[in-house]
Structures are given as structure tokens and as C-alpha cells.
């Protein structure tokens, strides 16, 4: 054994066993949480996610420049790494190589590894002109990146001297299937590298580029560049479907002593998980609406602070001493940060490694609320009417059915044989412009032959208010109560025009014993004109401008069919707002918001109605109280009232049908 040999184990060895204690220490994290969500179901869907998305770099390429440069570099590391494991091998054990899968497939392997050298090195490039240059706002400031950037074009440019030096010292006979390091040795040759020289000169940069491999792996575990490890694993425990409800808890198990988190400690290990796959790319801090509006909360900064956090406990944590493990709340995690979350998702569609950050951020919440009763003043006045009347507002329950006099709806109790119940939430019941969405809904139906009731004084809120601001215990007393209601006329089919209650009762009521057939209206006023029993056929001519409502966009994958409704229209002319389907922005309202106050920067709302109207459309066509309600105060605060109205997809269908 030559002592270059000896040298070789000697520091691979110690390279790879560092690495490896450093991964000992996520695993035993990894360990030290709390399991909750079953990921290792629907195995097939899982392999083939994580095979499109880490191999096919399907999500990073969603921005084709960056997904571009950053898929070369990844593609480019898995080719060029069987020629690195070539290297380290053959030092080991001179005559061994890949040569044996035959002459014209290694010629076809060095020409490919050759090639993406060179691009891999015009991809840094990019990533530095963008890095260094352009400087995008969400990209931030990152040594971490200066120096994997640094560590990636210096193995590229030991890689092409290595190979040049190569061909000058001992000419192989898969040169020419290396265009690229056979135009640089001819250029050493002309600069007068002889074989002699250029024999040492390719032990000196071969040794210089195993030596950067082994100081990457060495650097990887400490870093942020661990997503390179972790990112698949993420991607294959993802949440699927995309449609999910809220983790429910199990108030009725003893064991359970906290609810939500307080610490890192109290969040499962696909949270952690999270926290090391995140390649602070910032996609998520671009089309956070809280974050471009001037709030305090910045996805990525959230995700990178919680890391950070799990990073100082990490002694406390390894040692079982969970009580001594510091506030989750912090001072960069602070009550601002958590409260600004509209839980639009807008985060999580946009994350190339399937983080999940409204999870982390409602489980805060849930500490907040049950654990400290520390929360917005105005949420206690919330908590107390849907407490007493079923309600976020202080209104009667024997109220609920008033929006619909005059219109002989009947209700199940009066009779339970019908084709769909309908489901008309707070907003419809007691807010005097949702109540006409009703009523244009109920004359759809009628006019469809659907035969429909409601539950008038018996249906209560759905709890999504509560769930989302925190308050975990009063959303599930509400589900509950409206399950057994529901199950007691045995409801099969539900229908209903706002999208959190259509969330809350199709994806979250199931934990609970409630399995119904759940419709938002856009999709059943679709489904009626698909069926010829809804026929538009009065013309509005007017430019709609339509808003894709997060609970029903995001968190449900639902786009064509409030679009398919308006296009039926005739005359009806639809224009798409810049920020539309799976990037369109929150109106403000979600995750609880439409309840408290906002006091810190820009109005939500008054953003997103700036992108309506830059359309120029003379309706916003809305499929969301919620929605409806912050796009007309915004129109108001815009004074363009008169120009321009916020209606219902229910509403122009009914406009447009006799």
C-alpha cells in the first residue's frame, strides 16, 4: 500500500465518519419526535412523486430560468459522480475502472460527463450573476451559498485540469470523447506543459478534487445544503392528496399534556424533517401575502428560525432534558409573525421540497390559545359568540334561516328526502350581501329541478374560525355537534357556497365520523350546466375578472369550474388577474384573519383588488364570502365603487339563466 493510499482511507475515513455522526445526531432528532400523520401509505403515488420531482426536478423547474440552472447542476452531480466514484476507487486499486461496460458505452460516459462539467460550470455562473448580480429580495444573503458555490465551480475547473493534464501526460484512448478537456489540454500544450509536468500536475488536481468531494461531504451535514440529503425524503413523506384538513387532537387521551407546540420538541419529526430540506431558495417568501404587505412574517425565515432554534436545544434535546428546551416563540419567532398567517398555502404550493408551513404555524397557534390564552383581544369575543350562539358574530341562532324567506325553501327537519342538503354557513346566514348569494344559489337549484333544504336553526358554524386561530377545543365541540346532526338525517350529499366551510366539512369532519359528499357551489352550478339542467342564456356583456379563493384553489385543487360557469355565459368575456390559480393571491381573510384586526403594513385586501383591477374588468367575480366581503371593501377604499362590481359566480349564472 502506497502511502497515498494510506493518506486516502486515512482521510475518507475521517471525512465519512464526521458525516456521519453528524447524521446520527438528525436521526436521533428525527427519533425524538412525535410521529402523528400516517406517511407511509399510497407507496406507488409516494415513489412516483419523489422520482418526478428529485429526479425529474418537476417542482424546481416551475421557474424556468432558475429551475434550469439549478436541475444542470443536479443532473450534472449524478453523472459526473460515477466518474468521482471512479477516481476513488481506482486510487484504491490502480487497475480498477468502469471500462468494462464496454468501449463505446464509457466513450458515450466520459463525452456526457465531460459535457456537463462544463455546463454545471456555466450553471454556477448563473447562480452567481443571479446571486451576486441580480440579487433577488427573497434569495437573501447566505455564506453557505457563497461557499458551496465556491466548493462547486472549484471541483468543476479540478476536474477539466485533472482530465487535460491527463490526456497530456498519458494520452488515453477515450480522448476525443472528451471535447471539452481535449481543447483545454491542447491550450496547456501550447502554454508548454510537457508529459513530465503535466503527469504531476494531474496527481495534484486529481488529489485536489477528491479532496473537495471529501470536504463537501464533510461540510453538507452542517449546512443548509443537507435539502441535498433530506430533500428526498421530504418529497416522498409529503402530505397526499393535496386537499388535507388540520392534525386533529385526541382530547380524550390522558397522555396528551400539551396541545400544540411550545418547543421544537412538541412538532413531529416530518416537521423537523422539513426544517433540513429547506433550500432557502425564498419562493415561499414571494408570493407570502403577509410578507408583501410589510407584515413580520416571512415563510423561509420562519422555517430557517425554527431550524435555528432545534439547533440550540440540540444538546438538551439529545439528552432527554425536553423541560429545559427553550420557547418555540422567541425573539424572531415572535406573536406578529405567527398572527400575520393567512394559512393561504401560497407557501407551500410554491416550495420545491413540499414543506409544510402552515402546519408548524397553526400548531403555535394551538399552544398560544389552550395552553397560555394568549391571543388577539378581538378573538376572545369570536371564541365566546360561537361559544353561545354557534357563531363568529353575536347573533341569534333562531336568525339563521331569515335569508331565505320569502323563497319556500324547506329544511330537513321539515323534509329529510332530498337530493342535497345545503349548506349555508355564517356568512350566508346573517352577512346581508352573502345572503343574496343564497338566494341567487337557492333559484339555481330550484330552476335545476335539484331537490335541496337546509338545516336552518340546527346548523351551527363549522368550527373553521376557531380551528384555524387555535382553538382547537371549541371547532371540535362544533363538529361534533353538527356530525350527529347530520348523521341523524342521514346526509349523504352536501352542497354549500362558502370554501371553509366546504374545506372544513369534506376534509376535516371525516376525522370525526361525518363522511359525506361535499360540493362547493361552483362546482354544482358546473356540474348543472355540464348536465343541461342550468341553461345561460341571457347575455351579460361585461369583462370578469375571477379571484381564485385559497380554500377552495389551493387547499382543494378546484380552478376550471368556477371558470367553466362564467365562460357558459354568453357575452361573457373572462380575463385571468396576473396573480390567478395556483399563484393567486389571498384576499386577506383566511386562517382566521377575517376576524382580526390588521394593524401591521398594507391591507391585504387593498393589494390583492389593485391586481383586479389592473384588468380593467367591470365585475370581480368571487366564489368566497370571505373573498367577496375584502374585495368589496377594497374596491370602497379604491373609490372605484362605481366602476366596478364584486358579484358571486352564483349570481351571474342566476343573472343569466331564465
Request: positive net charge; hydrophobic residues 40%.
Amino acid at each position: 500500500m502506497t502511502w497515498q493510499t494510506f493518506l486516502f482511507i486515512l482521510v475518507a475515513g475521517g471525512a465519512f465518519g464526521y458525516s456521519g455522526y453528524r447524521f446520527s445526531i438528525l436521526i436521533r432528532l428525527l427519533k425524538a419526535q412525535k410521529g402523528q400523520a400516517n406517511r407511509l401509505d399510497q407507496i406507488p403515488a409516494r415513489i412516483g412523486t419523489t422520482i418526478l420531482n428529485v429526479l425529474g426536478q418537476k417542482a424546481v423547474l416551475q421557474k424556468k430560468a432558475v429551475g434550469i440552472m439549478h436541475a444542470t447542476i443536479f443532473w450534472g452531480f449524478i453523472i459526473i459522480t460515477i466518474g468521482t466514484l471512479e477516481q476513488f476507487v481506482s486510487t484504491l486499486y490502480a487497475p480498477a475502472n468502469f471500462e468494462f461496460i464496454g468501449h463505446t458505452a464509457y466513450s458515450g460516459l466520459v463525452f456526457i460527463q465531460d459535457i456537463l462539467t462544463v455546463l454545471v460550470l456555466a450553471a454556477v455562473g448563473y447562480a452567481c450573476y443571479r446571486r451576486y448580480i441580480v440579487r433577488p429580495e427573497a434569495l437573501g444573503k447566505s455564506k453557505d451559498a457563497d461557499l458551496v458555490l465556491a466548493f462547486t465551480a472549484s471541483l468543476m475547473v479540478a476536474i477539466l485540469l485533472m482530465n487535460g493534464f491527463h490526456i497530456l501526460s498519458a494520452s488515453p484512448w477515450y480522448q476525443d470523447s472528451m471535447p471539452f478537456s481535449k481543447m483545454l489540454a491542447m491550450i496547456l500544450a501550447g502554454m508548454g506543459f510537457g508529459p513530465g509536468s503535466s503527469h504531476v500536475l494531474w496527481l495534484v488536481f486529481k488529489w485536489i478534487h477528491m479532496f473537495l468531494v471529501l470536504g463537501f461531504a464533510m461540510y453538507i451535514p452542517g449546512s443548509k445544503h443537507l435539502h441535498v440529503i433530506a430533500a428526498g425524503p421530504n418529497t416522498f413523506f409529503k402530505t397526499i392528496p393535496r386537499e388535507k384538513g388540520m392534525r386533529p387532537i385526541n382530547f380524550e387521551d390522558e397522555k396528551v399534556t400539551q396541545y400544540g407546540a411550545a418547543k421544537v420538541t412538541d412538532f413531529s419529526w416530518k416537521d423537523t424533517l422539513d426544517y433540513y430540506a429547506c433550500t432557502e431558495c425564498g419562493r415561499c417568501q414571494e408570493v407570502c401575502p403577509a410578507h408583501n404587505t410589510q407584515k413580520p412574517l416571512n415563510p423561509k425565515m420562519l422555517i430557517k428560525d425554527l431550524k435555528e432554534n432545534l439547533y440550540r436545544n440540540k444538546e438538551k434535546v439529545l439528552a432527554g432534558k425536553y423541560d429545559e428546551v427553550t420557547s418555540v416563540i422567541d425573539e424572531n419567532v415572535t406573536d406578529d409573525v405567527i398572527w400575520a398567517c393567512t394559512s393561504c398555502r401560497a407557501c407551500e404550493i410554491a416550495c420545491p421540497v413540499f414543506i409544510e408551513h402552515t402546519d408548524k404555524i397553526y400548531d403555535i397557534r394551538r399552544n398560544l390559545v389552550m395552553m397560555e390564552s394568549r391571543f388577539p383581544a378581538e378573538a376572545q369575543t369570536i371564541f365566546k359568540n360561537m361559544e353561545t350562539n354557534a357563531t363568529p358574530w353575536a347573533f341569534s341562532s333562531a336568525d339563521r334561516g331569515k335569508w331565505s324567506e320569502g323563497l319556500s325553501v324547506r329544511t330537513m327537519a321539515e323534509d329529510p328526502k332530498v337530493d342535497v342538503l345545503l349548506w349555508v354557513g355564517c356568512a350566508g346566514s346573517y352577512d346581508d350581501r352573502n345572503k343574496k348569494v343564497l338566494r341567487s344559489f337557492s333559484t339555481l337549484l330550484k330552476k335545476a329541478g335539484v331537490k335541496f333544504a337546509i338545516l336552518g336553526t340546527e346548523e351551527q358554524c363549522t368550527g373553521d374560525p376557531a380551528r384555524r386561530i387555535g382553538n382547537e377545543y371549541l371547532f371540535q365541540t362544533l363538529a361534533k355537534a353538527n356530525i350527529e346532526t347530520l348523521n341523524r338525517y342521514e346526509v349523504k350529499r352536501i352542497v354549500t357556497a362558502c370554501p371553509h366551510c366546504f374545506n372544513s366539512l369534506k376534509n376535516e369532519y371525516k376525522d370525526f365520523g361525518g363522511n359525506y359528499e361535499v360540493f362547493h357551489h361552483s362546482q354544482y352550478i358546473a356540474k348543472l350546466i355540464g348536465e343541461g339542467k342550468l341553461k345561460p342564456t341571457k347575455g351579460v356583456d361585461e369583462t370578469i375578472a375571477y379571484h381564485d379563493s385559497c380554500y377552495l384553489g389551493r387547499w382543494n385543487n378546484v380552478y376550471e369550474d368556477p371558470r367553466q360557469s362564467i365562460q357558459a355565459i354568453p357575452s361573457a368575456r373572462l380575463v385571468e388577474i396576473k396573480a390567478n390559480h395556483d399563484k393567486s393571491m389571498c384576499c386577506g381573510a383566511g386562517g382566521g384573519r377575517m376576524f382580526l384586526e390588521e394593524k401591521i403594513g398594507k391591507r391585504v385586501n387593498i393589494a390583492r383588488t389593485e391586481q383586479a383591477l389592473e384588468t380593467k374588468a367591470s365585475i370581480v367575480a368571487a366564489a368566497c364570502p370571505f373573498c367577496m366581503t375584502m374585495i368589496t371593501d377594497g374596491v370602497k377604499a379604491k373609490e372605484m365603487s362605481d366602476k366596478v362590481r364584486v358579484m358571486d359566480i352564483a349570481e351571474l349564472v342566476d343573472q343569466a339563466t331564465p
